[in-house]
Every structure is written in C-alpha cells, then in structure tokens.
C-alpha cells in the first residue's frame, strides 16, 4: 500500500508511523485512519516490528479528527459508516506495545488516538484536550471512556464540557501522559523506550499489555485472576526459562520470542 498521509519506518525492531497531513496539522480523515491502521495491523502480523511507535509533528500530533470531512455528513452516513467503529476496535486490537511520542496538539481526535496507545510519551510543547463541544458534538473515538478512566471524572467532564486543553504539567499530574520530555528530546526518549521494549520477548510483551488493559474492562477479583493465569502460562515459555537463568548467570538474555 502507497502511503500519502503518514510516513513509516522500521529501525532496530520499533515501527515509527509518523502522521504527515502538515496543511491540516495531522487532522485524521479516512484515508490516514486507513493508511494508519493497515499499517499496525501489518506490524503486528509480522515478526519484523516488536515495538511501535506513533507521532506527529512539532506543531501538533493531530488536531483532531477531519472537521471539514465530517461537517456535511448525516446522521445516517454516520450510522451506516459506522464511522470511527474501525479506528477504535481495530487499533485497540493490536497486540504488540504501542507508544505515542506527542509534540503539539493532540487535540479531540488526536487526544483519543494517542489513548488508544498504550502510553504516551509526552514533549513539554504538548497540549491536550477534548474541544468537540465547541463544534457541537463530543468525542467519538473512545475520548469520553479513556479520558475519565485516565484522569477521573472531574477533570474528563471539565475537558469535555468546556473544552478546556491540558498542558503537559497537568497531563502528568493527573496520569495522562507516563512522563514530560523537553520537545527536543522526544523522539530520542521515546525511541529509547521503544528500543528497550524491542530488545525483550514480544509474546510477554504481549501479554502483560493484555493483562494491563483488563484492568479497563473487568473487576479487581477478575483482573488479578486472569493476571495469574497468564503469569503461570508465562512458565511455559523458553523465554521465561530463558530470563531467569540468565539472571542467576549474570548475563544478559535472548529472548527467542517464544
Ligand atoms: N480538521 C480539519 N482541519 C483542521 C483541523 C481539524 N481538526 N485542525 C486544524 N485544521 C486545519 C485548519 O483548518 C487550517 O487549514 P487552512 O489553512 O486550510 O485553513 C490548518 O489546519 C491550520 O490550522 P489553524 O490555522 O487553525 O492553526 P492555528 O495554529 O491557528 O490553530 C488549533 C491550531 C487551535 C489546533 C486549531 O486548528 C483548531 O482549533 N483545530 C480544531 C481542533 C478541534 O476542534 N479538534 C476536534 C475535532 S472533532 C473530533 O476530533 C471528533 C472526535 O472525537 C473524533
């Protein structure tokens, strides 16, 4: 697939997707959201990708979804597009780390994009916010769920009913973003984190993702219990014999993925 509204590249096991619609400040239409996720549901097929990561530009990780493109749509060509459904479920179905690097503004959209991931690194130029109430409607890719699960109801109904933006200080004050960067050092950070990921096995990278989110979707009782089923699974696996005995022998592990 010929990409024209996001570059990617892949070095040392991270996939880079970077979102490139400058003119528009990365706002996301159709075609990106279809570039975007042909492309993560690529790298989480293969073998060649252990990590991704997704970002923007200095000026904005992504403004928003298209206003321009939405604005003379009707009820029913929302409805019967089922429009968002395939940027929400199939992003929040990749299974290998996904980590947004976010400069700028992610803002209504971009905001719930950089959510779907599943962490953000954030630079100290970032602003974040939940503005759809301005243009008379609200958040439709997850913004309304992810943000109260992030920062608490208190601070998502604020963002949603004022649209009020975040800076970066409030953002990690109140759980939204792992950690503040200086701008110029974002992709430097990020990729580190990125690297250091890729350098583990994908398959329990996998899994301990997996048992993260179940936090979102099921009671405590619940949670822990798939947690330990999954950590018992985890001794099946070369790489926890692996990780072990290398600690015991003081070296590093290779990991095999399996
Ligand atoms: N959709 C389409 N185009 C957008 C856009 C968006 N979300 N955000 C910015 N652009 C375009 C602008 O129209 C402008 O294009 P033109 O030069 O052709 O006019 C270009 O990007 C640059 O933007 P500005 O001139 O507005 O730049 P600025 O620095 O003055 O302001 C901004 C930056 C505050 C981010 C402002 O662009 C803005 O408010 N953007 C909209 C933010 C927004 O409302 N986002 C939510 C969208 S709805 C949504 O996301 C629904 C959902 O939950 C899925």
């Not at 880079?16 to 042909?38: D, F, G, S």
């Not at 400069?103 to 599943?118: H, N, S």
């Not at 072990?244 to 003081?250: D, L, N, R, S, T």
């Amino acid at each position: 697939m010929e990409f024209q509204n996001i570059l990617v590249k892949i070095e040392d096991g991270v996939g880079v997707v970077t979102l490139n619609r400058p003119k528009a400040l990365n706002a996301l239409n159709n075609e990106l959201l279809t570039e975007l996720i042909h492309v993560l549901e690529d790298w989480d097929r293969g073998n060649e990708v252990r990590c991704i990561v997704i970002t923007g530009s200095d000026r904005a990780f992504a403004a928003g979804a298209d206003i321009k493109e939405m604005a003379p749509q009707s009820y029913m060509d929302m409805y019967k597009a089922n429009f968002f459904a395939q940027a929400n479920d199939r992003i929040s179905a990749i299974r290998k780390p996904i980590v947004a690097a976010v400069a700028g503004y992610a803002l209504g959209g971009g905001c719930e994009l950089a959510m779907l991931c599943d962490f953000i690194i954030a630079a100290d130029s970032a602003k974040f916010g939940q503005p759809e109430i301005n243009l008379g409607v609200m958040p439709g890719i997850g913004g309304t769920q992810r943000l109260t699960r992030y920062v608490g109801k208190s601070k998502a109904m604020e963002m949603c009913l004022i649209g009020r933006n975040m800076d970066v200080a409030e953002a990690e004050r109140a759980g939204l973003v792992s950690r503040v960067v200086p701008a110029a050092e974002l992709m430097n950070e990020t990729m580190k984190a990125a690297r250091t990921i890729a350098e583990r096995s994908v398959p329990i990278a996998m899994m301990t993702k997996e048992a993260v989110n179940r936090a979102y979707e099921t009671t405590l009782a619940e949670g822990v219990r798939f947690e330990r089923r999954v950590f018992h699974a985890m001794f099946a696996t070369h790489d926890q014999k692996e990780g072990m005995a290398a600690f015991g022998e003081k070296r590093k592990p290779a990991f095999e993925d399996k």
